[in-house]
DNA sequence: CAATTTTATGCTAACGATTGCACAACAAAT
DNA sequence: ATTTGTTGTGCAATCGTTAGCATAAAATTG
């Protein structure tokens, strides 16, 4: 910058200003030096401005396992929004299993202005380092940890929903596949699916599950296929469609007709799950709303003012597919 | 920092030195700052050392469009990897389409060491952005650019290999769907797979395909399926388990039998492809090792020593699943 | 014990931007 | 003609860290 104001003739204040359009300064003045900037290729450093800017431009993002697409689906999101914000994300894990502690300090090295964790383990390395360091952090996909805003999908009531269907649709002994015990994504979609068959007074549903993975569906669906048929159950959800997919396969594998004897349904509406052979029945999780919201989230508090830990759940929407038997009125229209 | 020297009585440079472990501070002395530091949570800030140091740290990392698991795969590696070697992601880019040019400009902005492009489509403002600048840049999974290095798979052998495969076996009419066809990665794949058949005098192979994903292929899968038997491929390729799985997807809803009609095989390699349904054979890419070598290369140009640019080229590993007809020699195996 | 080497620390100037304040030039008002 | 107001620039301090050089204290040597 010091070499472009002196082939300038003008003072590197003044570059500075005119390269972020100050009305103070002339437009003439003004038009010279962006052209001069443009033709030398100059380009701000954004490390030093933000050390006396005090905001780096920069969000932390801690991914989830992304052999679930879901959590692929979700990153396309934050990227490309993040972008439309003058954001850039500091990609600091991915995958399973707990964050690094060098990686989660790099939160605080690069001084990031917020924390994104998509994520429905707990990655409390991550949410401590924020809580302790006034980090801005919004949790996507789970509910809170100690410190921190959430967004997520109303995870009860679209296992609710789901349950609702199947039962009007004339299904009468249900299943439920679940995911990590731990996580309350997994928890608060079987309960809200069990809630509503036992409020409807079907028997208990069968239970299986354990971990979020195609293979732990396919494991639930050898299982359930091996059943005797008068006890096999009539409907089964996978609390993600990743393991609803799992459930499908095994399944169709061990020559049981999905929807035609088993109905299967997931949750979550990734790309994957409604293309064929799955075309999953399921319920989607509003992506890009969520994205968006989460980052009014994390907007609102990273200009240093505090507010309050906020939680917000959006309702997510049906995706009719033809993996479940449902109701007339629902497969007519 | 400052305050921390004052709390250490000490100056601001020896607090510096002390917690990178210079050897002229005094055991006693760095301990006690270490303590200090760690009492009150001191982090350095990695952008004012960057201002000095002239490195940042920061990797740029521009993806592919992710609804192809290969790309969450690959982006998984070089989070670890990278973290492993202490350095960060900047995650410019994920999805179809070319990169914005703000967002490219962040590259610069960010003044990151170096850039990672994992895109088989030309990013090309990303990497004319780093030419310009001598930003080091290595293309992984496709061809070099005007600049810059690259590290990539033998998608020509992989083709190769697989179509040897399916002729020793007895295939006779061969087909291949490919990718978008202006990216090297897909044009080598079936290159090699076509060159191959020709060479064993077989008749021309069918060709399909035009996009990378899996709607084609399943479309793809559906000419096919419709074809008279006589007239009907007995072997397919998809230049991508992506494609390779779309193609399975249509013959099976089609009633043909896979691998017992005809046999299916992909490349790439990745988790979807090589679990029930699928059981794809494939040419696995060695991606660990793929990430490995790249970020080798990208090291090697960091210090700010010119290297002429290098492509690497690595052989993939054949994996057998159950979706091809293969030679009994190895099967048996 | 003086002279010399070693060792540990402090001082200060960078790095590349931003920003408050001072100041020069010029126009308008008294 | 002096004052007041406006407008456009420059100066210098600042952000948090590192690194070269100077220096004081301690250890070694003759």
Chains 1, 2 share one sequence.
């Not at 002196?6 to 204040?13: D, F």
């Amino acid at each position: 910058m010091a070499s472009l104001a002196r082939a300038a003739g003008v003072a590197a204040s003044t570059v500075s200003r005119a390269l972020r359009n100050d009305p103070r300064i002339s437009p003439d003045v003004r038009d010279r030096i962006v052209a001069l900037a443009q033709e030398v290729g100059y380009t701000p450093n954004i490390l030093a401005r933000s050390l006396v800017g005090g905001s780096s431009g920069l969000i932390g993002l801690v991914l989830g396992p992304v052999d679930n697409p879901f959590y692929a689906e979700l990153m396309q999101r934050a990227v490309t929004q993040a972008a439309a914000r003058g954001w850039r994300l500091l990609l600091v894990h991915a995958g399973p299993g707990p964050i690094e502690q060098a990686t989660a300090d790099a939160l605080l090295q690069y001084r990031v202005d917020g924390c994104l964790i998509t994520s429905a383990e707990l990655s409390s390395r991550a949410a401590r380092i924020c809580r302790d360091n006034q980090v801005p952090l919004v949790m996507v996909n789970r509910v809170a940890w100690e410190h921190g805003s959430a967004v997520s999908c109303d995870n009860d009531a679209a296992g609710a929903l789901l349950a609702d269907l199947l039962i009007e649709a004339g299904h009468r002994r249900l299943a439920v596949v679940s995911g990590n015990p731990t996580t309350s994504t997994s928890i608060e979609r079987a309960d809200g699916f069990i809630r509503r068959v036992r409020a409807a007074g079907l028997p208990e549903p069968l239970r299986f599950g354990g971990v979020n993975s195609h293979a732990k569906g396919f494991e639930a669906g050898q299982v359930i296929a091996a059943l005797p048929a008068p006890d096999r159950p009539d409907a089964v959800l996978g609390v993600s469609d990743l393991i609803a997919m799992g459930i499908m396969d095994a399944l169709r594998e061990a020559g049981i007709a999905v929807p035609g004897e088993i109905s299967v349904v997931g949750i979550d509406g990734v790309a994957a799950a409604r293309r064929p052979p799955y075309r999953m029945t399921t319920v989607a999780q509003p992506l890009e709303d969520m994205m968006e919201r989460a980052l009014d989230l994390l907007n609102a508090r990273m200009n240093g003012v505090h507010r309050a830990d906020e939680v917000v759940t959006l309702r997510g929407d049906l995706v009719i597919g033809q993996s479940a038997r449902l109701p007339a009125r629902l497969t007519a229209g």
